[in-house]
């Protein structure tokens, strides 16, 4: 068993050829074109002031021959510094301008990278952990600028090299084939070695992407697993997950630790070669003893950027593996397809289901021949056991998943006609766990909506239930909720996110209702809330309290995908059908325990 078969790859990864991933890359230094025309001049003068420096000594030991100038010692001495300086100084720039433009081709590739991780819908994300688009977002855009300036680096040399290669052939062509008969070798090896480090590399990201993403659940998890004392089990975990990344990175290690002792061999065998031919060059006076010092002086400059080929070529090959992975994340298809893109005002808010099917992975239809029509301004309560297709309507609404067959309407248009961004700005939407951003109450209100006035804010609160909810927050709206919400209770974390739709006015509410229970005097609040927003929009209710359901101008009862009754309460408890045994299991002793919470509220408060 390989030790990479613990590794789970993501559906949405692909593959590019070097060719593909290389016009890839290069689409991100257009706009930086005239900055690496001029860091392309900077990196062929150190280029040629690397290559010229061997030169200058040679010619000069040779002009000395036996006797002493120091007038010529002197030149020799002011070329080298000045060629040294030249170099340091177009290398100082060179590395500045590089920086500046990895910085700003990084951070676009992040910000697409982004943009893309937003844009996916959520079905995406019921495949895909947040922990591994959070790798690909953050380490693997860092990898990626670490590839550009090894780039240039390499290109510099390789410059280098071209011009050292026309100074050894100027000096003894028999030599230079000597040298350049590594060449090949090294490109055959760097061939056949990229392959195998692209594998393993992608493998250790993979895994680091898997300890990302179970550091990233554990934490989020803490409280759950302090209830359950489950420290020492998700410690376990975490070890299973490290030790994984571990053993990948053990092996990549092995793999690409052959590369510099095979290049040191092939580079031993080459220098052996020119001393033992090149010493009788020189006693056969084919060549000088400064030609001969030249030609070894340059041999090193001239080999260190072909060996440096397969030596870099393990960056190389993270930096490509990294940006096939950022690519990966933005190239990823959507599942919702739009067919038009119709930019919406407000909308009236009718909906119209026509024989809608939805199925997931596994082949089962959620929903099933769903045919259904709501009025604009109608509120619908839609119940039924857990799995019987309630969120999963409400989400097709959302454009959230896509439907297989069959069409929904809104206003009489096709919901797949219209611009999403213009869609969804007619939508308020509240999820089961309503989820709230680091910050204050009055910042997690005005989220979608940053100009609203306080006056307008606060005058929404007091209508609610007189805006004796805010009088439990410690500092108003100025209240810092804490991570996700968890400074506040369940119900408060509710209300800040019913005001939060409320300044938005939405056209079409969609509502998950949470299922925790809450004390009296809050769930008053938030069906207070809720009757304000169920007068002004068209309600789409996926309801888990009696009092919610029972304001609801429709109920719909779902099982197994299917409308099997609709109608109000009194009507649907006549039926004496699925309604009526929901109700009888659970909606009923609800409202008995809401009734005894009551009596104990008002008995406190007395």
């Known amino acids: 068993m390989s030790v990479f078969d613990g590794l789970d790859a993501e559906d949405y990864d692909r593959s590019y050829s070097d060719r593909a991933l290389l016009r890839r890359i290069l689409s991100y230094f257009k706009p930086h074109i005239k900055l690496l025309i001029l860091v392309s001049c900077l990196v062929l003068l150190t280029s040629i002031a690397g290559a010229v420096q061997p030169l200058v000594v ?79 977002i953050s ?82 998890g803490i409280l759950v697993a302090k209830n359950f004392r489950q420290e020492k089990s998700v410690y376990q975990i975490f070890q299973k997950a490290n030790q994984l990344s571990y053993r990948v990175n053990i092996k990549r290690g092995f793999v690409l630790s052959f590369v510099f002792p095979i290049l040191n061999l092939i580079s031993s065998f080459v220098i052996t070669a020119l001393v033992y031919f090149g010493s009788l060059t020189v006693e056969q006076g084919i060549v000088t003893a400064a030609s001969w010092y030249l030609f070894t002086l340059s041999l090193d400059r001239f080999l260190y950027p072909i060996m440096s ?177 968890n400074l506040l209770s369940m119900g408060q974390k509710q209300l800040v996110a019913l005001m939060r739709v409320l300044i938005q006015k939405p056209s079409i509410f969609i509502l998950d209702e949470a299922t925790a229970s809450i004390d009296p005097f809050t769930e008053r609040q938030i069906q207070k809330a809720l009757d304000i927003i169920l007068s002004k929009t068209t309600s789409i209710l996926i309801a888990h309290r009696l009092s919610t359901i029972k304001s609801a101008d429709r109920i719909v009862v779902l099982d197994s995908g299917h409308i099997v009754e609709s109608g109000n309460h009194d009507h649907l408890m006549a039926l004496n059908g699925v309604y009526s045994n929901l109700y009888q299991t659970y909606f009923r002793h609800q409202s008995l325990d809401y009734v005894n919470q009551a009596v104990q509220f008002r008995s406190s408060e007395g």
Not at 87 to 93: G, I, R, S
């Open 58 to 136: 040679s010619k000069s030991i040779e002009y000395l021959g036996t006797k002493i100038n120091y007038s010529l010692i002197g030149l020799m001495v002011g070329g080298i510094l000045l060629l040294n300086g030249l170099n340091w100084l177009a290398n100082l720039f060179r590395r500045q301008y590089m920086v500046q433009v990895i910085a700003d081709v990084a951070i676009k590739l992040a910000k697409d990278a982004f943009r893309a991780a937003t844009t996916h819908d959520l079905s995406f994300y019921d495949e895909i952990s947040s922990g591994r688009v959070q790798s690909r």
């Open 139 to 220: 380490s693997d855009t860092r990898d990626f600028g670490n590839l550009i300036g090894l780039s240039t680096d390499l290109i510099s040399q390789i410059f280098e090299s071209v011009f050292l290669a026309v100074i050894l052939l100027r000096i003894n062509l028999y030599l230079s084939l000597i040298v350049f008969s590594v060449v090949p070798i090294v490109f055959l090896y760097t061939f056949i070695y990229r392959k195998i480090a692209r594998t393993v590399t992608r493998a250790g990201m993979q895994a680091m992407a898997e300890v990302n993403t179970t550091i990233k659940e554990t934490i989020s």
């Open 309 to 485: 080929l397969s030596s870099f070529t393990t960056q190389i090959q993270t930096g490509l593996a990294a940006s096939e992975r950022v690519f990966a994340l933005i190239d990823a298809e959507s599942s919702v397809k739009q067919i038009d893109d119709i930019k919406v005002g407000r909308l009236n808010g009718e909906i119209e289901f026509k024989q809608v099917c939805i199925r997931y992975r596994t082949g089962e239809p959620v929903v099933d021949n769903l045919t259904l029509t709501i009025p604009a301004g109608e509120s619908v309560a839609f119940v039924g056991h857990t799995g019987a297709g309630k969120t999963t309507i409400a989400r097709m609404i959302a454009r959230f998943y896509e439907f297989q067959s069959g069409s929904i309407l809104i206003d009489g248009t096709d919901i797949r006609r219209f611009d999403l961004n213009s869609y969804r700005n007619n939508l308020g939407i509240v999820t089961q766990v309503p989820f709230l951003f680091s910050g204050t109450i009055l910042e997690n209100i005005r989220y979608a909506c940053p100009d609203t006035p306080l006056a307008e804010i606060q005058s929404m609160a007091k209508s609610i239930g007189d805006g004796e909810w805010m009088d439990s927050l410690s500092n108003g709206f100025d209240t810092q909720v804490g991570e996700r919400g």
